[in-house]
Every structure is written in structure tokens, then in C-alpha cells.
């Protein structure tokens, strides 16, 4: 079954649809992919064996950026897959790269590309991001990063090198991440080539409405990230595995609360990037698509109070100041 905005195709061996996005006759975004932030803290043959899982239950979509560090395992992992069957090519998986803000400068988007592709082992990206619209003073990709390293971000140059990305054919399509729908506005007055993906945080806790509706009227696919809230300390409640709704629909209905918040989010036509160390929940999480929320559900989820994780505080040590006013570079709708 396939939500509205969804191509309904799927990949082969792969009961994941994919979402149309960028320019016509182009590959799909599968509606679930998996995130690799959190790789650097598993270790190194653990994170493969994710990898590994994550493509023999069904996921081709593999997130990841310069800034997580998991690029050249990602690589090593397709090229595994593919010698072990599991993958009939690389070009059977949508691999994803970001720009980090410390190469989000005109002359240095290329070249990061060309480092992340040296990583992966791989001839093309099917989409690269600018990971975050923020520049910070040029260095190896980190964060957090020093407030008063942020610079005034030249946008339209920025752009520019991205597009000169896409017609290398070194990205199949690029977009950007963590844009609100002003800073969306300003680089569409000047793309040649729109950004066919905006990467956000996006799960039942924290709906982007407004920003879900200008993407849909401008034609850019929407993809989530926390959709299940993130991970969260110990001592700290996440509000979307503990929603008390989501609770409610998940026993009604003899599903799990990831699987509701993963489903709502399918049905906003939005594709999302999970992570599980559990080869069980990777599978699980696919599980979402042969079922849908009804209008009932779908009442009492939007009526959930929202709450933010990420800002662009998260990216920033906690002291220091910037010469560029922070709300200017947050991911908060205003
Ligand atoms: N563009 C950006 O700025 C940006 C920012 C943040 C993230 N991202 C991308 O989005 C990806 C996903 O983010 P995320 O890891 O925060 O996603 P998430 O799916 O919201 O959270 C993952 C956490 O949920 C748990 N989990 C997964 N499936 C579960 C299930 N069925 N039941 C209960 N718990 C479950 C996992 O724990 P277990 O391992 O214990 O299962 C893991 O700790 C990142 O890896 C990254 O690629 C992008």
C-alpha cells in the first residue's frame, strides 16, 4: 500500500516503496533508510554487523555524512554485500552524503564530496546534503563546534558548487538538511537546480506542519530524522517512545510505538532514517506498510504537544560568541 507522494515501487528484494524526488526518471528515496550517526560510538565490527542486518532484512537506504566518521565502513559494508548476494550491485542501495558546515564554503564543497566518495569506494552519492545552513571557519569535520568560528554563510555560492556536484554526476540529486522554510525560500529564489530533499527532525512529537506543506507546494521531498525521538540518557524521558497516545494505538492496534510514530510519518509522505543496534527491530521497523493509522489515530496524534530536540545549540559548545545571530542559522520554524 503506498501513502500518497509515494511511488509505491520497490526496490528489488526489498518490501520498502520508494518516494519520488528531484528531477523525473530519477531513483527513488526508500521510505525507510538507516541512519549511521551513531557508529562511531558501536565500534567499528559491531556497526558492520548493523550494516550487514540492516541490508539482508530489507533496507536500501544508508544515511550517512563526513561529520559521523562512517563513511569508509558504510563503503567496506555495500562492497561486503555485494560479494555475499545480499546486494545484487551498489546501485541497488541510495547511499546519502553531507556537506558539513566547516566545508560548507564555495570552493570546498567539491573536494569534501570527492573525500567522501574516496571514503565509500563509491563513483556517485544518489544524494548529497548541505548538512546544516551554517559556515564555520574551515577545519577537519567536528562538532560541537566553537561559536565564534561560525561565518556568514554565502548561500548562493554554496549552491552553486552543489549544482556543479550534480552536473559531475557525482550526486544523482542534492538537497540540503535542517532547513526551516525561510531559509528553503531564499535558496530557491536563486537554484537552477531545486534541492529535491530537506532533512529534518520530523516524528509525531515534533510535526513540521508548516514546513511539511511548503515542501509539498515546492516539490521537495521531505525525509525524517529521530523518528523514533532520538536517543535519549537514561535519566531523560523521550517524549515518543513514551507518548501516552502512541501507547494507546500501538495496544489498539497490536503494533509497536515505534511502528506508529515510523507509520504516522510514512503517511505524511515523508521517507525516515532509523538505527537499531537489534537485527529484530531493524526488521520491525519495516514492518509499517501493509497497514495504515485511522482518522481517529491520526486526530489524536496531531492533537500531541510538540517538543523540539535538536537546535542549533546542539551543534555549539555551550560557551563563546558568534558574530552571526544564532536564530539566523537554527532549525526552529518561526
Ligand atoms: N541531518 C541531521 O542533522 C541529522 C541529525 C540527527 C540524525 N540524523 C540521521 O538520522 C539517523 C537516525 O537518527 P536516530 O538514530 O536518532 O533515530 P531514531 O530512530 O529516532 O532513534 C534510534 C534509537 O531508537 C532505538 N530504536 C530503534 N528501533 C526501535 C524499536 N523498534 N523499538 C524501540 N526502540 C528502538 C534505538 O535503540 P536500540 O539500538 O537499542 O534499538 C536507537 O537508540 C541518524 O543515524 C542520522 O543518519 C541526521
Known sequence: MASPGSSGRCSSRSRVPEFRAGPSGGRGVPAVGLGTASARF???????????????????????????????VVGEGVADAVRRGVLKS????????????TQCHPDLVLPSLMESLQNLQMEYVDLYLVHWPMSVKPSKPHYPMKREYIVPMDLTKVW????????LGLAKMIGVSNFTTKKLQE??????IPPAVNQVELNPVWQQKKLLEFCKEKGIHVTAYHPLGGKYKTSTVNP????????????AKGKSVAQIS????????????????????????IEIFDWQLSD???????????????????ILCPDGVSSVELSEVDVVEA
Open 160 to 167: 552553486q558548487a552543489m549544482e556543479e556536484c550534480h552536473r
Open 240 to 251: 515518543v517512545m513514551n507518548s501516552d497516545v502512541l501507547k494507546e494505538i500501538a495496544e
Open 42 to 72: 558501536m565500534g567499528e565490527d559491531d556497526f558492520r554487523v548493523v550494516l550487514l542486518a540492516a541490508l539482508e532484512v530489507g533496507y536500501r537506504h544508508i544515511d550517512t555524512a563526513s561529520v559521523y566518521g562512517s563513511e569508509r
Open 262 to 285: 515510523l507509520r504516522w510519518i510514512y503517511e505524511q509522505g515523508a521517507s525516515m532514517l532509523t538505527t537499531s543496534t537489534k537485527r529484530e527491530r531493524l526488521k520491525e521497523n
Open 90 to 101: 551498489r546501485e541497488e542501495v541510495f547511499v546519502t552524503t553531507k556537506v558539513w558546515c
Open 187 to 192: 535558496l530557491l529564489t536563486f537554484a537552477k
Open 296 to 314: 481517529d489515530d491520526r486526530l489524536k496524534i496531531s492533537q500531541i504537544p510538540q517538543h523540539k530536540k535538536v537546535s542549533v545549540l546542539s
